[in-house]
Structure formats: C-alpha cells, structure tokens
C-alpha cells in the first residue's frame, strides 16, 4: 500500500491503524518510512529499533566505529523543520543525524522562513524537498506532519517525514526514547511485561502522554495510572484505546498512593502555552502532582522516575542524584533510538547490526 494509491480525503479518514501499511517503507522490511504516529509501532518494530539504537550506541565507542556510523548516511541531507520551541528534540535529532554523517539544514522559528511572507505549508515542504532527503519536523499543528507526507509521496520528490511533535497530539519519537529507556532500566530485572506505569501532571495536553500510553499497550500486562487534577485528566481517546485492548488502567489524583506501586513514574510540565484564557492553568492546584523528597521516599527500591523535560518544578532537584531519577539518561537515550530510526527509514537497519564493529 502506497500513499500514491489513495487520495487525501481517504486518508485522513482511516484509523490510524489503518494508516499504518501506507507509512512503511516499500521493501517489505516493516520499518516506517513517515513517522508520523505511535500506532505505527508494534512490538517487534520497537525491539529491533532498541536492538538497532543498542548497537549504534556500541559501535560509537571506539574511533573506527564513529568513523563508519559517519559514514553510513554521509550522502545524505536533512531539513530540521521547528516551528514550535524546542532544545532536545531538535538538538537530539542533530545529533543523531551528525552520528550518521547526514548534513543538515534547519528553520527554527516560521517568522525566519518565507512562511512569514504568506506561503503554505506546502510550498514550504516542497521547498525543504527539493534540497534534503529527509523532514524532520514539529509543528502547534494536529495533524499536518500527516497531510505533508501525503503530499510528498504524491510529488515528484518523495522524501520521508518525521513527525518531531504535533500540536497537543502526538510525540512518536519521544515516546520511542521513553520505551527504549523503559526497556534498558528493566532489562536485568525480568523485562517491562508486567509494569505499572504512571503518568502524572498535564495528562489532558501532554502529546508524549498519549503516544507512550499507546506504545506501552505493546507490552503485555502493564497497568497505566493517570493522576492529573480534573481539569488536566487524561482525554478520552486515550482510555478508548485502553479499553479496547483490555488495557488495565486506573485515573486518580493520589501520587503518593501511586508511587508505592509504580515501576515508572513519568511526571510532565504543566502545557499552559495552550491555555484558552491566560493564566487559566495558573488558577489550578497542581500542588499534589508534584515529585519531592516525601515522595522519593515511597518509590520501590527498583523503580525509575521519568520526564520527557523541560521541567519546571514538578519534579524537585532533590531527586535530581538519585540513582531512581531515570530522565537524565532517558534524554541521551533520544539521540541513540533517533539515530537508529533514521537509519531504518533509510534502510540501513541490516547493515549497521551486520557490520564488523
Ligand atoms: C515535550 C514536548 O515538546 O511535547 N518536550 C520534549 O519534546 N521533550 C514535553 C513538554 O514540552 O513538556
């Protein structure tokens, strides 16, 4: 399935579940060519994207293996597409894309791009297309990494497109680091199956909240808590999904309760920059969703705290030194699973694990 064999109109329309085929690359090998959403992601794709991010993270230590990694896409180009703020996406996605030798271009503020004299999205990305091999992109907007890689595919440049955060929707990407450093932190200690992950903060605007909560669903038997006050409680779409894979879940607002028997703690920023009215998040409690010592002191020996960051105060910097706080590595983590996601949608995924080093 192609995304040149379908008409937009039919394509917005599906599940993403059904999106899914037209996304692949074309050789039969299952890895993604657009990466657009999480539902792109099944079980066996995310161990072989970990083992793949395993291995470029191995092969990078020595000279001679940075010198090959550096050479595997030296011949080609990405375009680093950044409308909205961000320091670890973007630079993480440079970084990876400097491991695999792919030169780079970027438009970090839409004001800096021809975009600000009226052009569309689409004569942008046509643009980007014509120089690059690749888009990376984050954009406010729900949805457009989608309709821009329907547009490629049909143009006469088709170049893949990865979604690098859409609006309050979706963050494939982070999701990814988040479950390969889920992965790495239970590896020793009998593996993720079984887990109890909780979400806690701005579960209602939070895009890396719906995407891992999706991913998380691979797995078996892992129960998600969601505490949130009420006004920022995980949407709807997201516990349909939960209770259409028989997925068992809990919604609260006690984290303390939930400390004591999580594995995972995966706390967010408070996403008041999508607030209706200024200062609408201000009047809200969020004083019980927060991480400090009282609740460091109630987490499982074996346990890891998480934050896709930045961070305001959620989480205190008490816990900043503890061998539980997992968000440090868990950012690092981005650029190894970023790079190994490139190299697949390129196709190298064979020859980086093959190689001698
Ligand atoms: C997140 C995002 O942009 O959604 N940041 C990130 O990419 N690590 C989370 C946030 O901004 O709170």
């Given at each position: 399935?192609?995304?040149t064999?379908?008409?937009?109109?039919?394509f917005?329309?599906l599940?993403?579940?059904?999106k899914?085929p037209?996304?692949e690359r074309?050789d039969?090998?299952?890895?993604?060519y657009h990466?657009?959403f999480a539902?792109?992601?099944?079980?066996?794709i995310?161990?072989r994207?970990?083992?793949?991010?395993n291995?470029?993270r191995?092969?990078?230590k020595?000279?001679?293996?940075?010198?090959?990694?550096?050479n595997?896409l030296?011949?080609k180009?990405?375009?680093l597409?950044?409308s909205?703020?961000?320091?670890?996406?973007?630079l993480s996605?440079?970084?990876?894309c400097?491991l695999?030798g792919?030169?780079?271009?970027?438009?970090?503020d839409?004001?800096t791009?021809?975009e600000?004299?009226?052009?569309s999205h689409e004569?942008?990305?046509?643009?980007?297309?014509s120089?690059?091999?690749m888009?990376i992109?984050?954009s406010?907007?729900r949805g457009l990494a989608e309709k821009?890689?329907?547009?490629?595919?049909n143009?006469e440049?088709?170049?893949?497109?990865?979604n690098?955060g859409?609006g309050k929707?979706q963050?494939?990407?982070?999701?990814?680091?988040?479950?390969?450093?889920?992965?790495?932190?239970f590896e020793?200690?009998?593996?993720?199956d079984?887990r109890?992950?909780?979400?806690c903060?701005?579960?209602?605007?939070?895009?890396?909240?719906?995407?891992?909560?999706?991913l998380?669903t691979?797995?078996?038997?892992?129960?998600q808590i969601?505490?949130a006050p009420?006004?920022?409680?995980?949407?709807d779409d997201?516990?349909?999904?939960l209770k259409?894979k028989?997925?068992?879940y809990?919604?609260?607002?006690?984290l303390?309760?939930?400390t004591?028997?999580?594995d995972?703690?995966?706390m967010t920023?408070?996403q008041?920059?999508?607030d209706n009215a200024?200062?609408?998040s201000?009047k809200i409690d969020t004083?019980?969703?927060?991480f400090?010592?009282?609740?460091?002191?109630?987490l499982?020996?074996d346990?890891?705290?998480?934050?896709?960051l930045?961070r305001r105060d959620e989480?205190?910097t008490?816990?900043?030194?503890?061998?539980?706080?997992m968000?440090w590595?868990q950012m690092?983590?981005?650029?190894?699973?970023?790079?190994?996601l490139i190299?697949?949608?390129f196709?190298?995924?064979?020859?980086?694990?093959?190689c001698g080093?």
């Amino acid at each position: 399935m192609k995304l040149t064999d379908i008409s937009w109109e039919a394509f917005s329309s599906l599940a993403l579940e059904q999106k899914k085929p037209y996304l692949e690359r074309q050789d039969g090998n299952q890895m993604p060519y657009h990466t657009l959403f999480a539902q792109q992601f099944d079980r066996p794709i995310l161990e072989r994207l970990c083992a793949l991010a395993n291995r470029i993270r191995f092969i990078n230590k020595s000279k001679e293996g940075a010198l090959y990694l550096k050479n595997v896409l030296a011949h080609k180009r990405a375009m680093l597409y950044f409308s909205q703020p961000s320091s670890r996406t973007f630079l993480s996605h440079l970084a990876a894309c400097q491991l695999l030798g792919i030169t780079t271009g970027s438009v970090r503020d839409a004001a800096t791009s021809s975009e600000f004299k009226g052009e569309s999205h689409e004569d942008s990305i046509r643009t980007f297309s014509s120089y690059f091999d690749m888009i990376i992109m984050r954009s406010p907007e729900r949805g457009l990494a989608e309709k821009m890689a329907w547009e490629l595919s049909n143009s006469e440049r088709p170049i893949p497109i990865l979604n690098a955060g859409s609006g309050k929707d979706q963050h494939p990407t982070q999701a990814l680091l988040d479950i390969y450093t889920l992965i790495r932190s239970f590896e020793t200690k009998g593996g993720l199956d079984g887990r109890t992950v909780t979400f806690c903060g701005d579960l209602l605007r939070g895009r890396t909240v719906r995407s891992l909560s999706y991913l998380l669903t691979d797995f078996d038997d892992i129960k998600q808590i969601f505490i949130a006050p009420k006004e920022l409680q995980v949407p709807d779409d997201v516990i349909d999904i939960l209770k259409a894979k028989g997925v068992k879940y809990e919604i609260s607002d006690d984290l303390r309760a939930a400390t004591k028997i999580s594995d995972a703690i995966y706390m967010t920023r408070i996403q008041d920059e999508w607030d209706n009215a200024k200062g609408e998040s201000a009047k809200i409690d969020t004083s019980r969703f927060k991480f400090r010592a009282e609740e460091l002191a109630l987490l499982g020996p074996d346990a890891i705290i998480m934050h896709p960051l930045p961070r305001r105060d959620e989480i205190d910097t008490c816990c900043d030194h503890d061998p539980r706080a997992m968000y440090w590595r868990q950012m690092r983590n981005g650029m190894w699973i970023r790079a190994a996601l490139i190299a697949a949608t390129f196709g190298f995924e064979k020859s980086i694990m093959d190689c001698g080093y």
